[in-house]
């Protein structure tokens, strides 16, 4: 259930996306106010879309470089990918899969973890050479008369 609703919701969006770029094309780009004017004015160049009994597929391109892809199996599976030009005017691009394992995103602006310090990397690699041994049952022994002992006290 909570597949066909999230379905049903991206459809929507893309509906709603393409009623915007149709229908609107004076204000302030719905209500960004440091929208440029080919954000105000950007049209649907393209959309498809196909639902299945065994998945979806859509995908859609603007006239501002805002674009946008993805297919779906009955499973939940969802590959896809978007991206759009920034205000510096780089492209931007992300490629994603949910699936099982959750949602992983791909993409160069994602943040990445800082580089693992070398003393870090020393410590770590001591450790896995040098695995810690297991006690002997002659020290479990030995603390345990040296508890008796102090009892007799």
């Given at each position: 259930m909570f597949k066909i609703i999230a379905l049903c919701t991206l459809l929507a969006s893309a509906s709603a996306l393409s009623t915007f770029g149709k229908h609107n094309s004076g204000g302030n780009g719905g209500g960004?106010?440091?929208?440029?004017?080919d954000d105000v004015h950007a049209e649907v160049k393209s959309y498809t879309?196909?639902?299945?009994?065994?998945g979806f597929e859509y995908a859609y391109d603007t006239t501002n470089a805002i674009n946008s892809a993805a297919s779906g199996d009955a499973y939940g599976n969802v590959h896809g990918d978007f991206g759009w030009v920034s205000p510096e005017g780089v492209h931007?691009?992300?490629q994603y899969t949910a699936d099982e394992n959750?949602?992983?995103?791909n993409s160069d602006i994602l943040p990445t973890p800082p580089p693992i310090p070398a003393a870090i990397l020393k410590a770590l690699e001591y450790i896995?050479?040098?695995p810690p041994k297991e006690e002997s049952n002659s020290?479990?022994?030995?603390s345990s008369n040296n508890r008796n002992s102090f009892r007799h006290f």
């Amino acid at each position: 259930m909570f597949k066909i609703i999230a379905l049903c919701t991206l459809l929507a969006s893309a509906s709603a996306l393409s009623t915007f770029g149709k229908h609107n094309s004076g204000g302030n780009g719905g209500g960004h106010s440091s929208a440029s004017s080919d954000d105000v004015h950007a049209e649907v160049k393209s959309y498809t879309s196909d639902v299945r009994p065994d998945g979806f597929e859509y995908a859609y391109d603007t006239t501002n470089a805002i674009n946008s892809a993805a297919s779906g199996d009955a499973y939940g599976n969802v590959h896809g990918d978007f991206g759009w030009v920034s205000p510096e005017g780089v492209h931007v691009a992300l490629q994603y899969t949910a699936d099982e394992n959750g949602y992983q995103p791909n993409s160069d602006i994602l943040p990445t973890p800082p580089p693992i310090p070398a003393a870090i990397l020393k410590a770590l690699e001591y450790i896995r050479t040098h695995p810690p041994k297991e006690e002997s049952n002659s020290y479990h022994a030995a603390s345990s008369n040296n508890r008796n002992s102090f009892r007799h006290f």
